[in-house]
């Protein structure tokens, strides 16, 4: 997966009016300079700021710009001395993407290096500065990037620290990941941090998933005596094509085909199998908390296993997506074999299940049982679905050649949005073809 570099836009007073500032030294300038935030070679370079068409043209702010833009040192040739605001922002910035001082701009080994440091007072107070100066989503980017460049992992096992950052998928993530070292001091803190991002998840995608499955349940239940409402025009002008009558330029309708209504028993079963591996940590926050919506409709019926070299079965604790989290354990191999060998083994109505795996198909287990458990599943009228990734990052890195293997018996693998994801299984139940993204587009 590829990391995304923040684009830097400043918090401004909601009654000013903005424009964009870019790269263009020309571009409209502002009011108050100091209300630029600053940049870095490494960041993005757009922000916005209040426009006034009388400095347009200024040459001062042009330079400043580009000051912004280049992220200061010797190299960027502009002159411009930032301050008050932009000085402030600068020096976020230069934390976290910008050269050591007094290093000659290197690292050891002729690396660029950041100035962080390693300090938990240090970088706490870099957490409520860049908070402090943009908006939350390039806020969660930095701390992503943070740890990503900086190795600062180890510090969000102290409870202050997590407190002080902001919550997203990722960071969920990335405290799952750090689950088995985490101590008993900071879980409470780690688990609240992830109830809040996993209840902000379920209330934006509960109701529309819900919504889209209801209906799809509904119409997957064909009736022959339907009611004018629930008649599935279609369907029904389709087979009763035989009946055309030209002089009248009309089809006469000999049966009529309907849509069902969904009694409150079970009509799908629905089969989650999550490969755990850390590349997947976005994708299991996220099927965690689509396995807690749909076990919550009574007319499926919701497993969720989750794997790596070993097969864990987490559909007793469906009814809590966090619990459910807290049970992955990411990192280390991958068996889908195995997995799906598991998953295999509970199905009892083929013909009424929709098997959905979640994995970038490195497969650590044994490839050629794999497939055919995949060719068998298929035979018996399951309905399997294989996504590359469930999150909001485009195409992942993946194993092309399981994925050609997959897609020769039926079984295309794409990547997935979580908006997309209601729209996917309501396609499966339904079982008509899947809405398949352009992988190209992802990238």
Not at 174 to 188: D, G, H, Q
Not at 349 to 376: F, N
């Amino acid at each position: 997966m590829t990391s995304t570099t923040p684009d830097l836009t400043a918090t401004t007073d909601p009654a000013d009016t903005t424009t964009t500032a870019t790269t263009d030294p020309t571009a409209t300038t502002a009011t108050d300079p100091a209300s630029v935030p600053a940049s870095s070679s490494s960041a993005s370079s757009s922000a916005s700021v209040p426009a006034d068409s009388a400095t347009a043209t200024s040459e001062a702010e042009r330079l400043r710009r580009w000051r912004l833009v280049l992220g200061g040192g010797g190299a960027d040739g502009t002159g411009c001395e930032l301050r008050g605001r932009d000085a402030a922002m600068d020096g976020a910035l230069a934390s976290l993407y910008g050269r050591e001082e007094g290093s000659g701009g290197k690292a050891p080994g002729g690396r660029r290096a950041a100035g962080l440091g390693a300090s938990a007072p240090g970088v706490a107070r870099w957490l409520g500065d860049i908070r402090t100066y943009f908006p939350s989503s390039v806020v969660q980017v930095m701390q992503r990037d943070a740890i990503d460049r900086l190795g600062l992992s180890a510090l969000l096992l102290e409870p202050e620290m997590l407190e002080a950052v902001e919550a997203d998928v990722h960071l969920v993530g990335t405290l799952l990941s750090l689950n088995k070292v985490m101590p008993e001091t900071t879980k409470e803190t780690a688990r609240a941090v992830v109830r809040k991002v996993v209840e902000q998840l379920e209330k934006k995608l509960a109701q529309r998933t819900r919504a889209t499955l209801t209906g799809a349940l509904d119409r997957s239940a064909r009736i022959s005596r339907p009611r004018h409402r629930d008649i599935d025009w279609d369907r029904t002008i389709r087979a009763n094509l035989k009946n055309y009558l030209p002089e009248y330029r009309t089809v006469v309708p000999e049966r009529l085909i309907g849509y069902g209504r969904a009694a409150q028993s079970v009509k799908k079963d629905v089969v989650l199998c999550i490969d755990q591996s850390g590349s997947m940590a976005a994708s299991v926050v996220y099927a965690s908390v689509f396995g807690a919506v749909l076990a919550s409709m009574r007319a499926l019926d919701t497993r969720l296993v989750v794997f790596d070299t070993a097969v864990v079965d987490l559909t007793d604790q469906l009814d809590d997506p966090v619990d459910v989290l807290f049970g992955t354990q990411l990192g280390g191999g991958t068996d889908i074999n195995r997995a799906l060998a598991y998953c295999q083994s509970r199905i009892t109505r083929p013909t009424e299940t929709v098997v959905v795996l979640i994995s970038d198909l490195y497969e650590g287990g044994i490839r050629d049982e794999m497939l055919k458990r995949v060719a068998a599943m298929k035979a018996s009228g399951v309905q399997f679905v294989t996504l590359l990734a469930l999150s909001d990052e485009g195409a992942p890195a993946y194993d092309r050649d399981h994925a050609a293997a997959l897609a020769a018996l039926g079984a295309p693998a794409f990547a997935c949005t979580p908006d997309l994801f209601p729209d996917v299984m309501a396609a499966a139940i339904e079982k008509r073809p899947l809405p398949i993204p352009d992988m190209a587009e992802q990238r």
